[in-house]
């Protein structure tokens, strides 16, 4: 390589005044006043339906703007647009190797490598975020009376809590395990668009701050679904949730651009579609639906955002819009939503199984064909969120169908799954274990579904804690339990520090026993007659509810020991990882540790599919000794 | 076997929401129905895992790798075709159940599933935050309580004044969501006297959490003692209120701001 240390040449005080995290921070302070002030002059000029009060949603939108553009400004994710806009050449930036040091951990990087970690640690302290307001939620729960929190706080606790962790978790595997495994995996040096991918982290971060300014505007009361009209009727903080949800839209549908570019066109020579990892054919399949899923969210918001400043009345009734079709398309979106939650936890698991069973994975092509089955047809369920909203009556028989027949795809999954395990060496390692949870939860979370999926149940069930239950059981149970499987199998990859085993392990059944303790009461509490999102119920629910409530402090508690596990291992005992701990046989693991900056010396060539366990395989992939048969930065 | 067995005599009769009503009832038999099809398969894949994890496991630290083993078309074909059928067999079962009267859910202003025979229309009126109650063929009596005859076929008609609220009558297995401008319909035949708890279930803003009551069922004498002395109170105000209509439009609420 021949890597120019530009940066490292550069004296601390010009490394300041550059553009980094610390610029972006002002430039957006900047860009969030001049926002303020712009949205102030409009209001004082032209529009006058602010009438006395402070309420100005225009400036608000305006100071969120124009902060981010300052944010992006201060950390160079505009010069390079700009400067070709100029007329300049293309910079070969991506070229050098980055010589930062740690610092390009906290500014713009276009190594994948870089931003996955970025990812990883973003959304980390995000969702512990969206955590602690989960276990304040269940604090105020305690007493079926109000407790603690006032109703308006509540609800923004509930909301903050469901937006943040829908938001955030939606690039949960994409962006941190996409980014960074995507390319080791199909044999590629670095993602299609590595500064958009950079974006595409900036953007959700921002998206954050935004998310948890609400409290300085008084909160939003609508949950994470902010239906229409109660959205109009909220104060300032209702735009915090809009532009929240806005940047989390384009940022999922430009990682998911950059995710099918990547894999359709960087493939190593030899990786044919039928060699592609599970978990590659996952992301591709979770890609596919944010793009068409993510826009429509986007565009839904933009109207909100229309009538709450422009007095626009897409979605309200009372001046010629409906309700009706915000909740059409809020779960044209929400529904393909939960999907793409679900669908890279399938592939992890998929993915792991077959390792820690040390046998190939079983029935590859129905895994795949369940993969793309779910995915195309979670665009056609949307209506079973709406069975009782008087919206569409002779259509249930066709929901009700459609949403059934989606557990058949799902069920390929499964099938897979209890295939590769049969006859197999199974090694209880912790990400075996996460993945067997997922298997565990992800059956229950499936069952109780048939009974939102049907009409006549539904009837009792929707809106209840049963459905709260339901979607816990999916995405906590199957998403977020993956995720952890995915942190303790790669994480020794990423960091080259192995994790503390016993540690991992007191995790993952602290976890998995409170989690199962906390949701499957929940089940219950539902079905005898509790509504979601409420600060009281009935007094004869406490014993549940305060079972449920001291198991989430559990479960809460079980994230502390990971994040001591974290500490102790990165930070204290840091002991060297094996290059390849689990003994995998897929590309990544066959890459040194550290990865080296463009992964792969020579483009590796690829002569079988990832699973040859209990297979005589001399042929391994073997990136040293292979040929370079396509140019260099593929 | 056992296992389904003691689902559907054990269990079955417990399960939510009661009998509250013949929707309610037949919501009882689905969720019955429902979980005893789930319970073979729960034992089934139960025994699978346990007999997997416990048997296949690896003992030591034996190197030895499993049997690579990549598929399998029969097993595949059957678990195609067999979870084919079940969801075949749930998704037509489910519309039977809900074609019989609506299964209690709001159907909307143009009900695909109609129940004969004579009905008493009752109108639901959700407002931030409390539910209050028309009855037009009593000259439009509106009270803030719900009480309901015993034995006699209700046709509720779902509206809201702003936010979208959601009707549940928990013990009469009812739920229908109550949207500003809109009609929406629900069917219930109500049986023995008894109490009705009452909650929002869609969340529609501050006082969410306190937007519930108890709704009565009574006696048929008992229903016209209470509607005759509802009309006395209400004579006064008659005039005030405007006329009974299936969907009101208030003036647009918007914010202060």
């Known amino acids: ?634 | 076997m056992v296992a389904t067995l003691l689902v559907i005599f054990v269990l079955g009769p417990h399960l939510p929401p009661g009998k509250g009503s013949a929707q309610a009832a037949g919501q009882v038999t689905d969720n019955t129905v429902l979980t005893a099809i789930m319970t073979p398969i729960i034992c089934l894949i139960v025994v699978y895992f346990a007999y997997v994890l416990i048997v296949f496991r690896r003992r030591g630290d034996d190197t030895e790798e499993g049997v690579a083993i990549r598929g399998n078309p029969r097993v595949q074909t059957l678990w195609i075709a067999g979870t084919s059928a079940l969801v075949i067999f749930l998704a037509g079962y489910g519309t039977w159940a809900l074609l019989q009267s609506g299964s209690g859910g709001g159907q909307g202003p143009a009900p695909i599933a109609v129940p004969r025979g004579p009905k008493l229309p009752v109108q639901v009126i959700a407002q931030q935050w409390q539910f209050t109650y028309r009855y037009p063929t009593f000259g439009g009596l509106e009270t803030s309580q719900l009480v309901l005859p015993a034995d006699r076929m209700i046709e509720f008609h779902v509206t809201s004044l702003d936010a979208v609220h959601s009707f549940w009558a928990y013990g009469l297995g009812v739920k229908a969501d109550a949207n500003l401008g809109t009609d929406n319909v629900v069917y219930v035949k109500t049986r023995a006297p008894r109490s009705v708890d009452i909650h929002c279930a869609e969340l529609c803003g501050l006082w969410h959490g306190y937007m519930f009551d108890k709704g009565q069922i009574v006696s048929s004498p008992a229903f016209v003692a209470w509607i005759g002395q509802q009309q006395k109170v209400f004579r006064s105000i008659a005039k005030y209120m405007p006329p009974y209509r299936t969907s009101y439009a208030p003036m647009p609420q918007r914010r202060a701001g």
Not at chain 1, 33 to 38: M, P, Q
Not at chain 1, 280 to 307: F, G, I, K, M, R
Not at chain 1, 310 to 319: C, D, K, R, V
Not at chain 1, 615 to 633: C, F, K, N, R, S
């Open chain 1, 1 to 634: 390589m021949n890597a120019v240390a530009v940066h490292t040449s550069r004296s601390p005080v010009r490394r300041l005044l550059g553009f980094n995290l610390l610029s972006a921070v002002v430039l957006g302070a900047v860009g969030y006043y001049v926002g303020w002030w712009l949205g102030h002059q409009i209001h004082a000029t032209s529009l006058d339906y602010f009438g006395d009060t402070s309420q100005n949603d225009v400036a608000l939108f305006l100071a969120y703007f124009v902060g981010t553009i300052g944010f992006l400004g201060g950390l160079g994710l505009l010069n390079y647009p700009l400067s070709r806009m100029a007329g300049r050449p293309a910079s070969a930036d991506h070229h050098e190797e980055d010589h930062r040091g740690w610092t390009r951990y906290i500014g713009f990087s276009t190594d994948h490598k870089v931003v996955g970690l970025q990812y990883l640690i973003g959304i980390g302290f995000f969702v512990f975020f969206g955590g602690i307001n989960a276990m304040l939620i269940r604090f105020e729960l305690l007493r079926p009376s109000p407790n603690v929190f006032p109703a308006g706080q509540y609800l923004t606790l509930v909301g903050l809590h469901g937006t943040m962790m829908m938001g955030m978790m939606t690039s949960g595997i994409l962006g941190p395990f996409g980014s960074y495994f995507v390319p080791l995996m199909i044999g590629a040096r670095r993602l299609a668009f590595p500064r958009i991918e950079a974006l595409t982290f900036w953007l959700l971060m921002v998206a954050g701050v935004f998310l948890t300014s609400t409290v300085f505007y008084g909160g939003f009361p609508t949950g994470w679904t902010g239906y229409a009209p109660l959205d109009d009727q909220a104060n300032m903080g209702m735009d915090s949730y809009i532009v929240f949800f806005a940047l989390v839209g384009i940022s999922m549908t430009l990682l998911a651009f950059n995710m099918l570019a990547t894999v359709i066109t960087m493939r190593a020579p030899g990786l044919s579609w039928g060699r592609l990892p599970i978990f590659v054919w996952s992301v591709v399949a979770t890609a596919v639906l944010n793009v068409l899923a993510a826009p429509v969210l986007v565009t839904t918001l933009l109207l909100v955002l229309l009538d709450r400043t422009a007095q626009t009345g897409f979605f309200l009734s009372t001046q010629g819009g409906s309700q009706y079709l915000y909740e059409n398309l809020f779960w044209v979106f929400g529904h393909p939503e939960v999907y793409i939650l679900a669908l890279p936890g399938f592939g992890i698991v998929l993915e792991l199984l077959p390792v820690f069973a040390r046998k190939p994975l079983w029935g590859y092509r129905l895994a795949v064909a369940g993969l793309l089955g779910v995915t195309l047809l979670s665009f056609t369920v949307w209506q079973h969120h709406l069975f009782v909203s008087g919206l569409n009556a002779s259509l249930r028989p066709f929901y009700m169908l459609s949403t059934e027949l989606i557990s058949i795809p799902t069920g390929f999954i499964f099938v897979c799954a209890m295939g590769t395990l049969w006859r197999g060496k199974i090694r209880y390692d912790v990400p075996m274990l996460f993945c067997l949870a997922w298997v565990f939860n992800f059956f229950i979370g499936g069952l109780s579904g048939v009974f939102l999926s049907d009409v006549p149940s539904d009837v009792t069930t929707h809106g209840s804690f049963f459905s709260m239950a339901h979607f816990h059981y999916t995405i906590m149970g199957g998403l977020v339990f993956t995720f952890f499987a995915a942190i303790y199998y790669w994480l020794p990859k990423m960091t080259g520090i192995q994790l503390n085993d016993v540690l991992g392990k007191i995790h993952f059944w602290v976890m998995f026993i409170a989690f199962n303790s906390t949701f499957f009461p929940l089940f219950a509490v539902g079905f005898l007659g509790q509504p979601r999102r409420v600060v009281t119920y009935p007094a004869h629910l406490q014993f549940l509810n305060d079972w449920v409530s001291v198991s989430a402090f559990v479960l809460g508690a079980s994230m502390l020991v990971f994040v001591a596990n974290l500490v102790w291992s990165l930070v204290f005992a840091r002991i060297p990882a094996e290059a390849n701990p689990w003994e995998a046989k897929s590309l990544e693991w066959q890459v040194p540790t550290p990865v080296p900056s463009y992964n792969f010396e020579r483009i590796p060539v690829i002569d079988s599919d990832p699973y040859p366990y209990g297979e005589p395989a001399p042929q391994m992939p073997t990136p040293a000794l292979t040929p370079a048969v396509t140019p260099t930065g593929r």
